[in-house]
Protein backbone atom coordinates (compact mmCIF):
# COMPACT_ATOMS: atom_id res chain seq x y z
CA UNK A 1 0.00 0.00 0.00
CA UNK A 2 1.29 3.36 -1.25
CA UNK A 3 -0.24 4.99 2.18
CA UNK A 4 2.13 3.00 4.15
CA UNK A 5 5.22 4.93 2.91
CA UNK A 6 2.99 8.09 3.42
CA UNK A 7 4.49 10.19 6.36
CA UNK A 8 2.08 9.65 8.72
CA UNK A 9 1.06 13.26 10.15
CA UNK A 10 -0.74 13.36 6.28
CA UNK A 11 -2.55 10.31 6.44
CA UNK A 12 -6.07 12.48 7.49
CA UNK A 13 -4.81 15.66 5.91
CA UNK A 14 -7.79 17.78 3.90
CA UNK A 15 -6.00 19.38 1.10
CA UNK A 16 -6.86 22.80 -0.94
CA UNK A 17 -9.86 21.85 -2.66
CA UNK A 18 -11.70 24.23 -5.22
CA UNK A 19 -14.22 21.50 -7.47
CA UNK A 20 -14.75 22.41 -11.45
CA UNK A 21 -18.24 23.24 -11.64
CA UNK A 22 -20.64 24.50 -14.30
CA UNK A 23 -21.51 27.80 -13.91
CA UNK A 24 -22.73 30.90 -15.72
CA UNK A 25 -21.57 33.73 -13.00
CA UNK A 26 -18.89 32.81 -10.91
CA UNK A 27 -19.02 34.56 -7.57
CA UNK A 28 -16.76 31.91 -5.37
CA UNK A 29 -13.36 32.64 -5.97
CA UNK A 30 -12.90 36.74 -5.32
CA UNK A 31 -11.72 37.23 -9.12
CA UNK A 32 -11.67 39.84 -11.28
CA UNK A 33 -14.95 39.65 -13.86
CA UNK A 34 -13.72 42.43 -16.52
CA UNK A 35 -12.15 41.81 -19.50
CA UNK A 36 -8.46 42.87 -19.94
CA UNK A 37 -7.17 45.72 -21.06
CA UNK A 38 -7.15 46.75 -25.38
CA UNK A 39 -3.28 47.39 -24.44
CA UNK A 40 -2.45 44.61 -22.52
CA UNK A 41 -4.60 42.56 -25.28
CA UNK A 42 -2.46 44.04 -28.14
CA UNK A 43 0.77 43.43 -26.05
CA UNK A 44 -0.32 39.62 -25.70
CA UNK A 45 -1.09 39.26 -29.45
CA UNK A 46 2.39 41.07 -30.55
CA UNK A 47 4.41 38.97 -27.44
CA UNK A 48 3.00 35.14 -29.12
CA UNK A 49 3.26 37.06 -32.95
CA UNK A 50 7.16 37.98 -32.60
CA UNK A 51 7.76 34.90 -30.89
CA UNK A 52 11.40 33.95 -31.53
CA UNK A 53 12.51 32.35 -28.71
CA UNK A 54 9.81 33.10 -25.95
CA UNK A 55 8.80 29.23 -25.96
CA UNK A 56 11.36 26.95 -26.16
CA UNK A 57 14.31 28.88 -23.44
CA UNK A 58 14.07 28.91 -19.99
CA UNK A 59 12.47 32.22 -18.52
CA UNK A 60 14.79 34.01 -16.64
CA UNK A 61 14.39 33.10 -13.27
CA UNK A 62 15.40 36.33 -11.52
CA UNK A 63 12.73 37.67 -13.41
CA UNK A 64 14.12 41.05 -13.48
CA UNK A 65 11.68 43.13 -16.18
CA UNK A 66 9.05 42.51 -13.98
CA UNK A 67 10.67 43.06 -10.03
CA UNK A 68 12.26 46.49 -11.51
CA UNK A 69 8.60 47.42 -12.96
CA UNK A 70 6.87 46.66 -9.31
CA UNK A 71 10.41 48.04 -8.08
CA UNK A 72 9.39 51.67 -9.21
CA UNK A 73 5.68 51.24 -8.79
CA UNK A 74 6.21 50.36 -5.28
CA UNK A 75 9.03 53.04 -4.20
CA UNK A 76 11.37 49.76 -3.31
CA UNK A 77 14.72 48.39 -5.05
CA UNK A 78 14.38 45.49 -7.70
CA UNK A 79 16.40 43.41 -4.58
CA UNK A 80 13.45 44.06 -1.96
CA UNK A 81 10.95 41.77 -4.16
CA UNK A 82 10.41 38.24 -4.92
CA UNK A 83 8.09 37.17 -7.59
CA UNK A 84 6.28 33.49 -7.05
CA UNK A 85 3.72 31.28 -8.93
CA UNK A 86 0.84 33.09 -6.79
CA UNK A 87 1.11 34.47 -3.27
CA UNK A 88 0.42 30.54 -2.78
CA UNK A 89 3.81 29.67 -3.40
CA UNK A 90 5.24 32.66 -1.49
CA UNK A 91 3.58 31.37 1.38
CA UNK A 92 5.17 28.10 0.85
CA UNK A 93 8.48 29.23 0.65
CA UNK A 94 8.05 31.59 3.98
CA UNK A 95 7.16 28.56 5.85
CA UNK A 96 10.37 26.15 4.04
CA UNK A 97 12.55 29.06 5.10
CA UNK A 98 11.66 29.35 8.85
CA UNK A 99 9.98 26.92 10.44
CA UNK A 100 11.56 23.28 11.44
CA UNK A 101 9.37 20.60 12.52
CA UNK A 102 7.21 21.17 15.53
CA UNK A 103 8.01 24.70 15.27
CA UNK A 104 4.78 26.89 15.95
CA UNK A 105 3.22 29.84 13.40
CA UNK A 106 0.39 32.19 14.28
CA UNK A 107 -2.47 32.18 11.97
CA UNK A 108 -5.81 34.54 11.97
CA UNK A 109 -9.45 32.42 12.40
CA UNK A 110 -11.29 32.77 9.82
CA UNK A 111 -8.65 33.34 7.44
CA UNK A 112 -7.10 32.00 4.38
CA UNK A 113 -6.99 28.46 4.68
CA UNK A 114 -3.14 28.50 2.82
CA UNK A 115 -1.58 29.70 5.99
CA UNK A 116 -2.32 26.59 8.12
CA UNK A 117 -2.35 24.11 4.96
CA UNK A 118 0.98 25.00 4.29
CA UNK A 119 2.15 24.99 7.70
CA UNK A 120 1.56 21.38 8.47
CA UNK A 121 2.49 20.50 5.13
CA UNK A 122 6.08 21.16 6.00
CA UNK A 123 5.99 19.87 9.28
CA UNK A 124 5.35 23.05 11.49
CA UNK A 125 2.13 23.71 14.28
CA UNK A 126 -0.67 25.93 13.67
CA UNK A 127 -1.52 28.24 16.25
CA UNK A 128 -4.74 29.73 15.75
CA UNK A 129 -5.56 33.25 16.85
CA UNK A 130 -9.81 34.35 17.02
CA UNK A 131 -10.69 37.30 15.61
CA UNK A 132 -13.37 38.81 17.60
CA UNK A 133 -17.25 38.71 16.83
CA UNK A 134 -17.22 40.84 14.38
CA UNK A 135 -14.35 39.25 13.00
CA UNK A 136 -11.74 42.16 13.92
CA UNK A 137 -7.98 41.63 14.64
CA UNK A 138 -7.71 41.63 18.52
CA UNK A 139 -3.84 42.47 18.89
CA UNK A 140 -3.62 42.06 22.46
CA UNK A 141 -4.59 38.43 21.61
CA UNK A 142 -1.76 38.46 18.62
CA UNK A 143 0.87 39.85 21.30
CA UNK A 144 -0.50 37.01 24.36
CA UNK A 145 -0.38 34.30 22.03
CA UNK A 146 2.91 35.39 20.62
CA UNK A 147 4.14 35.31 24.30
CA UNK A 148 2.65 32.41 25.12
CA UNK A 149 4.29 30.32 22.49
CA UNK A 150 6.92 31.86 20.82
CA UNK A 151 5.94 31.49 17.00
CA UNK A 152 8.33 31.06 14.41
CA UNK A 153 5.80 33.19 12.20
CA UNK A 154 2.91 35.25 12.56
CA UNK A 155 0.44 35.71 9.41
CA UNK A 156 -1.54 38.61 9.40
CA UNK A 157 -4.40 38.91 5.93
CA UNK A 158 -5.55 42.48 5.23
CA UNK A 159 -7.88 42.90 4.38
CA UNK A 160 -9.06 39.49 5.22
CA UNK A 161 -10.18 36.36 3.35
CA UNK A 162 -13.06 35.78 3.81
CA UNK A 163 -14.15 38.51 6.54
CA UNK A 164 -13.47 41.42 4.08
CA UNK A 165 -12.34 43.84 7.12
CA UNK A 166 -9.02 44.90 7.72
CA UNK A 167 -6.42 45.05 10.15
CA UNK A 168 -5.07 48.64 11.46
CA UNK A 169 -2.10 50.24 10.52
CA UNK A 170 -1.28 50.98 14.50
CA UNK A 171 -2.41 47.61 15.10
CA UNK A 172 -0.09 45.60 13.05
CA UNK A 173 3.04 48.53 13.46
CA UNK A 174 2.15 47.14 17.30
CA UNK A 175 2.78 44.01 16.60
CA UNK A 176 5.76 44.69 14.60
CA UNK A 177 7.21 46.73 17.55
CA UNK A 178 6.92 44.24 19.75
CA UNK A 179 7.98 41.08 18.28
CA UNK A 180 11.70 39.63 16.34
CA UNK A 181 9.82 37.18 14.61
CA UNK A 182 8.72 37.73 10.44
CA UNK A 183 5.61 38.84 10.37
CA UNK A 184 3.55 38.48 7.04
CA UNK A 185 1.16 40.52 6.33
CA UNK A 186 -1.38 39.10 3.33
CA UNK A 187 -2.44 42.31 1.04
CA UNK A 188 -3.89 39.97 -1.72
CA UNK A 189 -6.93 42.27 -1.13
CA UNK A 190 -5.50 45.62 -0.36
CA UNK A 191 -5.58 47.42 -4.16
CA UNK A 192 -9.18 47.48 -3.44
CA UNK A 193 -9.61 49.57 -0.30
CA UNK A 194 -6.83 48.50 1.83
CA UNK A 195 -4.25 50.49 4.16
CA UNK A 196 -0.39 49.29 2.96
CA UNK A 197 2.76 48.38 5.15
CA UNK A 198 5.07 48.61 2.49
CA UNK A 199 6.09 51.88 3.63
CA UNK A 200 7.51 50.47 6.82
CA UNK A 201 9.24 48.00 4.95
CA UNK A 202 12.33 50.28 5.94
CA UNK A 203 11.45 50.39 9.67
CA UNK A 204 10.94 46.43 10.10
CA UNK A 205 13.41 43.89 8.69
CA UNK A 206 10.37 41.37 9.74
CA UNK A 207 7.69 42.76 7.76
CA UNK A 208 7.13 40.57 4.64
CA UNK A 209 3.99 42.01 2.42
CA UNK A 210 2.10 39.85 0.13
CA UNK A 211 0.87 40.80 -3.05
CA UNK A 212 -0.79 39.36 -5.93
CA UNK A 213 -1.86 39.61 -9.73
CA UNK A 214 -4.56 37.39 -9.15
CA UNK A 215 -7.35 39.65 -7.71
CA UNK A 216 -7.20 43.17 -9.02
CA UNK A 217 -5.36 42.46 -11.44
CA UNK A 218 -7.33 39.65 -13.09
CA UNK A 219 -4.52 37.32 -14.58
CA UNK A 220 -5.24 34.47 -11.52
CA UNK A 221 -5.37 31.77 -14.57
CA UNK A 222 -1.40 32.95 -15.18
CA UNK A 223 -0.35 32.43 -11.16
CA UNK A 224 1.68 35.60 -10.41
CA UNK A 225 1.99 36.25 -6.81
CA UNK A 226 5.20 38.41 -5.45
CA UNK A 227 6.67 40.25 -1.84
CA UNK A 228 8.15 43.08 -0.64
CA UNK A 229 10.49 43.18 2.19
CA UNK A 230 14.17 43.65 2.67
CA UNK A 231 16.76 42.71 1.15
CA UNK A 232 17.84 40.49 3.95
CA UNK A 233 14.63 39.14 4.26
CA UNK A 234 14.40 38.16 0.31
CA UNK A 235 17.96 36.94 0.43
CA UNK A 236 16.83 34.14 2.72
CA UNK A 237 13.32 33.56 1.26
CA UNK A 238 14.97 33.29 -2.24
CA UNK A 239 16.98 29.95 -1.11
CA UNK A 240 13.74 28.03 -1.17
CA UNK A 241 12.53 29.67 -4.88
CA UNK A 242 12.23 26.62 -7.51
CA UNK A 243 14.35 28.02 -10.44
CA UNK A 244 12.42 29.51 -13.43
CA UNK A 245 9.02 29.19 -11.28
CA UNK A 246 7.35 32.07 -12.83
CA UNK A 247 6.78 31.60 -17.00
CA UNK A 248 7.80 33.58 -19.48
CA UNK A 249 4.11 34.32 -20.44
CA UNK A 250 3.09 35.39 -16.75
CA UNK A 251 6.08 37.39 -16.48
CA UNK A 252 5.45 39.42 -19.86
CA UNK A 253 1.87 39.70 -19.26
CA UNK A 254 2.29 41.09 -15.58
CA UNK A 255 4.75 43.81 -17.15
CA UNK A 256 1.84 44.49 -19.74
CA UNK A 257 -0.73 45.41 -16.89
CA UNK A 258 1.77 47.20 -14.82
CA UNK A 259 2.29 49.70 -18.11
CA UNK A 260 -1.39 50.53 -18.14
CA UNK A 261 -2.34 50.56 -14.73
CA UNK A 262 -5.29 53.40 -14.93
CA UNK A 263 -7.21 50.96 -16.62
CA UNK A 264 -7.13 48.51 -13.66
CA UNK A 265 -7.43 51.47 -11.17
CA UNK A 266 -11.13 52.53 -13.17
CA UNK A 267 -11.89 49.23 -12.78
CA UNK A 268 -11.37 48.52 -9.03
CA UNK A 269 -13.58 51.82 -9.28
CA UNK A 270 -16.23 50.13 -10.71
CA UNK A 271 -15.80 47.07 -8.48
CA UNK A 272 -15.95 49.24 -5.29
CA UNK A 273 -19.01 50.67 -6.63
CA UNK A 274 -21.26 47.62 -7.09
CA UNK A 275 -19.80 46.15 -4.03
CA UNK A 276 -21.64 49.36 -1.87
CA UNK A 277 -24.61 48.97 -4.61
CA UNK A 278 -24.88 45.18 -3.36
CA UNK A 279 -24.02 45.53 0.45
CA UNK A 280 -26.98 47.86 0.24
CA UNK A 281 -29.40 45.35 -1.39
CA UNK A 282 -27.98 42.72 1.10
CA UNK A 283 -28.67 44.85 4.23
CA UNK A 284 -32.16 44.46 4.23
CA UNK A 285 -32.91 40.74 3.17
CA UNK A 286 -34.69 38.58 5.44
CA UNK A 287 -32.70 35.29 4.25
CA UNK A 288 -29.34 37.46 5.78
CA UNK A 289 -28.77 36.96 9.58
CA UNK A 290 -25.65 39.42 9.09
CA UNK A 291 -23.83 41.49 6.33
CA UNK A 292 -20.10 42.26 7.04
CA UNK A 293 -18.77 45.29 5.57
CA UNK A 294 -15.92 44.59 3.31
CA UNK A 295 -12.99 46.49 2.00
CA UNK A 296 -11.97 43.50 -0.21
CA UNK A 297 -13.90 42.35 -3.81
CA UNK A 298 -16.56 40.20 -2.40
CA UNK A 299 -18.99 40.53 0.63
CA UNK A 300 -19.06 38.04 3.50
CA UNK A 301 -23.12 37.40 4.75
CA UNK A 302 -24.58 35.04 7.20
CA UNK A 303 -27.79 33.17 5.97
CA UNK A 304 -30.69 32.10 7.56
CA UNK A 305 -31.32 29.14 5.47
CA UNK A 306 -28.05 26.67 3.80
CA UNK A 307 -31.01 26.42 0.78
CA UNK A 308 -29.96 29.51 -0.72
CA UNK A 309 -26.82 28.27 -1.98
CA UNK A 310 -27.76 25.14 -3.45
CA UNK A 311 -30.90 26.83 -4.79
CA UNK A 312 -28.22 29.76 -6.01
CA UNK A 313 -26.13 26.32 -7.54
CA UNK A 314 -28.75 25.31 -9.64
CA UNK A 315 -28.96 28.52 -11.21
CA UNK A 316 -25.51 28.57 -12.15
CA UNK A 317 -24.51 30.94 -9.99
CA UNK A 318 -21.04 29.74 -7.90
CA UNK A 319 -20.91 31.46 -4.37
CA UNK A 320 -18.49 30.23 -1.63
CA UNK A 321 -20.39 28.34 1.54
CA UNK A 322 -18.83 27.77 4.41
CA UNK A 323 -21.00 24.49 5.62
CA UNK A 324 -22.66 24.41 8.85
CA UNK A 325 -19.52 24.02 11.20
CA UNK A 326 -17.41 26.11 13.06
CA UNK A 327 -16.66 29.62 13.44
CA UNK A 328 -18.38 30.34 9.37
CA UNK A 329 -21.26 27.76 9.66
CA UNK A 330 -24.08 29.81 7.67
CA UNK A 331 -21.66 31.79 5.89
CA UNK A 332 -21.11 32.62 2.46
CA UNK A 333 -18.92 34.98 0.70
CA UNK A 334 -19.97 36.82 -2.61
CA UNK A 335 -17.22 38.08 -5.06
CA UNK A 336 -18.43 41.19 -6.38
CA UNK A 337 -19.07 40.38 -10.05
CA UNK A 338 -19.73 42.49 -13.49
CA UNK A 339 -23.18 44.92 -12.77
CA UNK A 340 -24.78 42.39 -15.22
CA UNK A 341 -23.63 39.63 -12.74
CA UNK A 342 -24.49 41.42 -9.97
CA UNK A 343 -28.40 42.69 -11.19
CA UNK A 344 -28.83 38.88 -12.22
CA UNK A 345 -27.81 37.75 -8.87
CA UNK A 346 -30.11 40.40 -7.41
CA UNK A 347 -33.24 38.87 -9.03
CA UNK A 348 -32.71 35.41 -8.46
CA UNK A 349 -31.76 36.39 -4.20
CA UNK A 350 -35.04 38.51 -4.71
CA UNK A 351 -37.01 35.36 -6.35
CA UNK A 352 -35.94 33.23 -3.35
CA UNK A 353 -37.46 35.61 -0.65
CA UNK A 354 -40.82 35.58 -2.87
C1 LIG B 1 -5.77 36.21 1.29
C2 LIG B 1 -5.23 35.46 0.13
N1 LIG B 1 -3.91 35.34 0.01
C3 LIG B 1 -3.37 34.67 -1.01
C4 LIG B 1 -4.17 34.09 -1.98
C5 LIG B 1 -3.51 33.32 -3.07
O1 LIG B 1 -3.56 34.02 -4.25
P1 LIG B 1 -2.68 33.63 -5.50
O2 LIG B 1 -1.93 32.37 -5.15
O3 LIG B 1 -3.62 33.45 -6.61
O4 LIG B 1 -1.74 34.80 -5.68
C6 LIG B 1 -5.55 34.20 -1.90
C7 LIG B 1 -6.42 33.57 -2.90
O5 LIG B 1 -7.60 33.45 -2.78
C8 LIG B 1 -6.10 34.91 -0.82
O6 LIG B 1 -7.41 35.05 -0.65
Known amino acids: MIKDYMRKDLLDFKPYHAPLMNYDIKL?????????????????????????DHLTRYPDTDVHELRQKLGTYHGVSEN????????????????????????GVLVPNPSFSMYGLSTQLNHGKVINY???????????????????????????????NPTGNKASLEGMKRILDHVNCPVIIDEAYEEFDGDSMVPFIPNYNNLI???TFSKAYGIAGLRIGYGIASKE??????????????????????????EDLDYYNDLIHKINNEKEHLYQFF????????VYPSKANFILVKITD?????????????????????????????????????????????????
Open 28 to 52: DANENPYAHSPYVLEKIKLWIDEEK
Open 80 to 103: EIICTVGSDQLIELIIKVFVEPGD
Open 130 to 160: ELDDAFDYDYDLILKAYEDHKPKLIFICTPN
Open 209 to 211: VLK
Open 233 to 258: MIEVVNIAKPPYNLSAFSQAVATFIL
Open 283 to 290: LGRDCFER
Open 306 to 354: MNLITYLQSHNVLIRGFGDQGRLAYHMRVTIGTDDENSRLIALIKAYEA
